[in-house]
């Protein structure tokens, strides 16, 4: 587990592949026992420690997981959640050569362990879009952005059009990834904080596994950005050149909460 980000009430971390995020019938080490253990002994803090699971992960994939110190965080989190309203992007490594970008909607049906699609008007509506970053060795890097949060959703559509992802045999994958996990990562999540009341946005690097299956990963990961401000009459004006994502994100962030008047905006930079 990687601490992203702290404070009185939020604990955003990088949950690993493998892990659950909350206890079955297995008795393994939960995401949130060890987050709670983390505060505990970081904090010095007696007795129990209160920690609100608002959302889930797949136990065979990894990334951004947010958690809520208070009680008032946990509701108002959640309820957020159940609105749709946070912005949840995720990178895939899947079988085969993915279109360059798409969007899709299917109905899904559950049926317990496992989703698959169906025919209207069965079913639930389940909407992604996505890009591809690369293409090597047979297998494709794509960003996801999530519309609906259905069960299984991301592995079941690409695995519907022949895209499995890595090392997800439940869905059709022939190729292995590391052990006890399919290579899909929650990249990115961005939400309103439960009281400071303005966006945030958290990022979480993929394991070095994956760059085990393609040396895409690392040069997509090192991609230097630029920040350029939008004038009245859409003229643009370089502000900073040669950023990290997380840099070009934080200065955005940054001007935006200062009230500038005018946009900033961030691009990968091409040369």
């Not at 026992?33 to 803090?45: C, L, P, V």
């Not at 519309?147 to 022939?174: C, K, M, N, W």
């Amino acid at each position: 587990m990687q601490i992203l980000y702290e404070d009185n009430h939020l604990l955003v971390v990088n949950k690993p592949a493998g892990q659950l995020v909350q206890g079955d019938q297995t008795g393994r080490t939960t995401l949130l026992e060890e987050a709670k253990g983390w505060i505990k002994q970081t904090y010095d803090k007696p007795g129990n420690v209160f920690l609100g699971l608002v959302h889930r992960l797949d136990r065979t994939a990894s990334g951004v997981v947010v958690l809520a110190r208070t009680s008032k965080a946990a509701a108002r989190l959640s309820e957020e959640i159940r609105s749709h309203r946070p912005h949840k992007t995720y990178w895939a490594l899947v079988e085969g050569e993915a279109p360059l970008t798409g969007q899709w909607a299917d109905r899904l049906e559950r049926d317990e362990y496992t989703s698959r699609v169906v025919k209207a008007p069965a079913g639930k509506e389940a909407r992604l879009s996505f890009k591809r970053l690369s293409f090597e060795q047979g297998v494709s890097l794509v960003e996801i952005d999530l519309e609906t949060g259905r069960h299984h959703q991301i592995r079941v559509q690409f695995a519907h059009r022949g895209l499995p992802i890595l090392g997800d045999r439940r869905y059709g994958s022939g190729r292995p990834f590391a052990e006890d996990s399919i290579a899909l990562h929650a990249r990115k999540m961005e939400i309103c904080h439960p009281t400071l009341r303005k966006e945030m946005q958290f990022i979480a690097d993929p394991a070095a596994a994956w760059r085990t299956y393609t040396g895409t990963i690392e040069r997509v990961t090192l991609r230097r950005w630029q920040v350029y401000r939008i004038d009245d009459n859409g003229n643009r004006f370089a502000v900073a050149r040669d950023l990290t994502e997380r840099e070009a994100d934080a200065l955005v962030g940054n001007y935006e909460d200062k009230g500038h008047k005018q946009a900033y905006c961030k691009e990968i930079q091409n040369d």
